[in-house]
């Protein structure tokens, strides 16, 4: 398997050549600042103690502290989180928001444990790393398998540990424990804004056709918000199949389906079809918003498609980037795409600090600026540059970095 760092690498090396990174800024830039390996011992229910590995990645914290999700997962490796963690640095940075990159993981099937032994892996977790993370240190958050009722048991063994509050430790919380309104579906609503005006600047009408791949948070989340703006829903996925329908698909009707069956196959008012012929459609837009490297070479030559956007982190392989790069289609990439998520958690740290809350409304119209004002730097770099959306995005995050880093005399 590829090692997602070494993607990552080469991602920036060809970002090199479209503008000037000083030397001795670069080279700090390929390898991650700090990496920390835990053990993790846990009692299980049956008496036995199992012990877990976890990871934590601290990328690059020159605009501010390092930020990232907690993964459980069973393919969890070094490589993957550190390459999470860079790309959370580039992503703030692409969204201008003075956090820096982090990432973490453990190696673990979440599915396969009781609550109780998830709590105390959690747990275990926040007490093997508390010395490397804080609020103004590096923040977690939620990530694959991870949700609000994990990080509220991580913020208290923290807070416990430290025996002073400290809410802003973390993000994704209940709103309970001071957690922000429209963090739920804040992904898939940045990613809305940024799919939108692409869409205007690309003459696609309300009204265009779209098709989801994953039906999960970010995915079903997407596909409402889509819709209820006056988008064509034709088809979405999950890991169990697809289906479609020409006319458009009410998504609150299938979520319904789907949560009552667990699956979106024999859905009444659609057909079930093959994934490959998902990835054959003609569709106006195209959302990723399922797994890594989920549409192939092959894929890219058989969508026929306007506009790509990249939902879930990293779905577009790079040998499928470069087809969709000569076949003229735009691919929005994750780094700006589903940036709405890490801004809503900082939006989130900003209220914990101030201890005063926001209504929804204000979260989401400070979201729409960030990421509408995101987008139009992005496309100005990609116009003026000649060059594709994913390299402006990554000019733009690579610049901010090396700034702040020459800023503080690190070059
Ligand atoms: P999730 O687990 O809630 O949903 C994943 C969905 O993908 C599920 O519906 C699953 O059935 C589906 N899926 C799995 N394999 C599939 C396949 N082969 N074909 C089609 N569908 C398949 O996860 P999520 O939170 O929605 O995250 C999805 C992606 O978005 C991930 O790459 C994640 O890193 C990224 N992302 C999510 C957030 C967030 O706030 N949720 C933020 C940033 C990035």
Known sequence: MQNEFDKFLRQIEGTRKFLEVPENIYRQLLSVKRFLEVSIPVMMDS???????????????ARGPFKGGIRFHQNVNIGEVKALSAWMAFKCAVVDIPLGGGKGGIIVNPKELSSGELERLSRGYVRSVSDIIGD???IPAPDVNTDGRIMSWMLDEYETIRRHHEAGVITGKPLSLGGSKARSYSTAQGGFYVIDSAAKKMGIEKGA?????GFGN?????????????????????????????????????AKYKDEKGTLLGY????????AEQLAEEVDIF?????ENSVTEKDAQTLKTKLVAELANGPVTPEADAVFEKNNVTVLPDILTNAGGVVVSYFEQVQNAYGYYWEEKEALQKLETIMRTAFEEVWKIRTEKKTTARNAAY????????EAMMARGRG
């Open 268 to 275: 009444p008012k659609a057909k079930d079809i093959a994934s």
């Open 136 to 138: 103004r240190v590096d």
């Open 395 to 402: 000019i733009i995050a690579l610049s901010r970095i090396s």
């Open 287 to 291: 959302i990723p918003a399922a797994l």
């Open 209 to 213: 056709t779209v098709a989801i791949q």
């Open 47 to 61: 008496g036995e103690v199992k012990v877990f590995t976890g990871y934590r990645s601290q990328y690059n914290d």
């Open 218 to 254: 970010a995915g079903r989340n997407i596909a409402f918000i889509m819709q209820k703006a006056g988008y064509k829903i034709i088809s979405v996925s999950d890991s169990k199949g697809v289906i479609e329908n020409k006319e458009g698909l009410d998504i609150a009707d299938v």
